[in-house]
Structures are given as structure tokens and as C-alpha cells.
């Protein structure tokens, strides 16, 4: 019911930015949290920041906290993920979702999820 598209990833070296955006349609986009997660080949995919309906809370994982920014505007449907510090591990694709609860880490508590957007991080 509800389709989320990401953009922005490509490739960046390391110490680099990058910001990442998922547009939402189909459902009122503020009634959902929303959250990013990432996945490197060969492995699970892992939490890395969530944000409350309103924006007003937020939430990340230890390896991204501080340097990693997630944000929404629900003028424009859209969440974003602004990246800053990119280390080679960043390296994965990432994800948007999102969940009917009110905030959450758990990727079995998101309901709907885009198709992912690559980020590459060189040395």
C-alpha cells in the first residue's frame, strides 16, 4: 500500500558525503516512523536509523551515530539519509521502510520497504 523509492547513492570516497532520499506515495506518509537500513553482500541486513512520525525522535545505530543524519519532510512524503564521514565499511545498499510503530530498530516490525540504493565507499 505504501511505495517508497530511494535515490542519491553512487560512489564516493572515503571521508566523503553523500545524502540519500525515499519518496513515499500511497498512503499519508506521516503516519508512518520511518527507518534506513543497509546490506553488504553475504550478510544481514542491519538497522541504521529510524525517525519518529513527527521527526521528533530519532534513533541510530553505535557504528553510524554521528556521523550519519536522518530527517524527514512530510510536506515533500520524503525521509533522508545524510551521510558524512563515509568510511569503506559504509559500503553496502541501503534501504528505506516504513513501520506503524511509533519508533523501532527491528526490521520485522517495518512493513513496507523500497528496492534499495547502492553506496560504494572507496579507499
Known amino acids: 500500500q505504501v511505495q517508497l523509492v530511494e535515490s542519491g547513492g553512487g560512489l564516493v570516497q572515503a571521508g566523503g558525503s553523500l545524502r540519500l532520499s525515499c519518496a513515499a506515495s500511497?498512503?499519508?506518509?506521516?503516519?508512518?516512523?520511518m527507518g534506513w537500513f543497509r546490506q553488504a553482500p553475504g550478510k544481514e541486513r542491519e538497522f541504521v536509523a529510524s525517525?519518529?512520525?513527527?521527526?521528533?525522535?530519532?534513533d541510530y545505530a553505535g557504528s553510524v551515530k554521528g556521523r550519519f543524519t536522518i530527517s524527514r519532510d512530510n510536506a515533500k512524503n520524503t525521509v533522508y539519509l545524510q551521510m558524512n564521514s563515509l568510511k569503506p565499511e559504509d559500503t553496502a545498499v541501503y534501504y528505506c521502510?516504513?513501520?506503524?510503530?511509533?519508533?523501532?530498530?527491528?526490521?520485522?516490525?517495518?512493513?513496507?520497504w523500497g528496492q534499495g540504493t547502492q553506496v560504494t565507499v572507496s579507499s
Open positions: 521502510a516504513a513501520t506503524a510503530y511509533m519508533l523501532s530498530n527491528n526490521r520485522e516490525h517495518y512493513d513496507y
Open positions: 500511497g498512503r499519508t506518509f506521516s503516519n508512518y516512523a
Open positions: 525517525i519518529s512520525r513527527s521527526g521528533g525522535s530519532t
